[in-house]
């Protein structure tokens, strides 16, 4: 659930944050090779956000994220589980295409992400689905592979902001390999409930539970001695 600013105030932000990334020049090799800044495409009030990986061919082209067999495979993905590109927002780590579709360097990331960061806040999403190694690796400022955290949920931070971050498989990396499109059509069945369940909690008790008081030791017995505390910086032993 959006909080805060109104639609129509979030809508204006996200064009001025648009036009900013549209007048970058921080990385000259994507400036030189680049047609179009693509910043992203899709519904200012998601409640699902999508951040792929960077912009191809296509996308430089037509200025929009996910238009091409990769964008296909995500439209199929979304009408299975009854939505459509209509009803999501979708960006990418980087708004330039890397020349010959080269992986994106770190400090392409680093110049490019305070952009990305602005429209997850902005859009203010339930769930933020990053698609691919790079976007989670950036998100979830970690460097565990897609492989082994595909499809766990965790709450992240964003600004003022907080969503559940889910990392899947990038499309592409499901376009010809069976068992990574199985377990990309699995991971994204559970979205719809994940939107149902609604947004976590602004809270930080939501992340940081208050520790529990520790409870008081047992009275001694009749007739026996209490255990001595440990003298100060007396060795401690772990009996589990």
Not at 21 to 28: M, V
Not at 31 to 57: H, I, K, T, W, Y
Not at 171 to 178: D, E, G, I, S, V
Not at 209 to 227: F, I, L, V, Y
Request: aromatic share 6%; hydrophobic share 40%.
């Amino acid at each position: 659930m959006n909080t805060g600013a109104s639609s129509e105030e979030r809508a204006i932000a996200l064009e001025s944050l648009c036009a900013q990334a549209s007048g970058c020049e921080l990385c000259p090799q994507l400036v030189a090779s680049r047609s179009q800044v693509v910043f992203g495409s899709g519904n200012a009030d998601a409640q699902l956000m999508f951040v792929g990986e960077a912009p191809g061919a296509s996308e430089d082209r037509d200025g929009v994220p996910f238009v091409g067999a990769s964008g296909k495979l995500l439209g199929d993905l979304l009408t299975g589980i009854g939505t459509s590109r209509d009803e999501v927002y979708i960006a990418n780590v980087l708004k330039c295409r890397p020349p010959e579709n080269r992986d994106p360097r770190s400090d392409e990331i680093a110049n490019c992400s305070h952009f990305l960061r602005g429209q997850i806040e902005l859009v203010a999403p339930v769930v933020v689905v990053t698609l691919g190694n790079f976007a989670t690796k950036l998100l979830r400022e970690d460097d565990e592979g897609i492989t082994a955290i595909h499809g766990q949920v965790e709450l992240r931070s964003f600004g003022q902001r907080t969503a559940w971050l889910y990392p899947v498989f990038h499309p592409a990396a499901a376009l010809y390999r069976r068992p990574n499109l199985e377990l990309l059509r699995e991971d994204f069945a559970r979205l719809p409930q994940m939107i149902a369940d609604g947004a976590p909690q602004q809270a930080a008790a939501v992340v940081l539970k208050a520790e529990p008081e520790p409870a008081p030791a047992p009275a001694p017995a009749p007739g026996q001695e209490p255990n001595p505390a440990p003298e100060a910086g007396a060795p401690q032993l772990d009996l589990f």
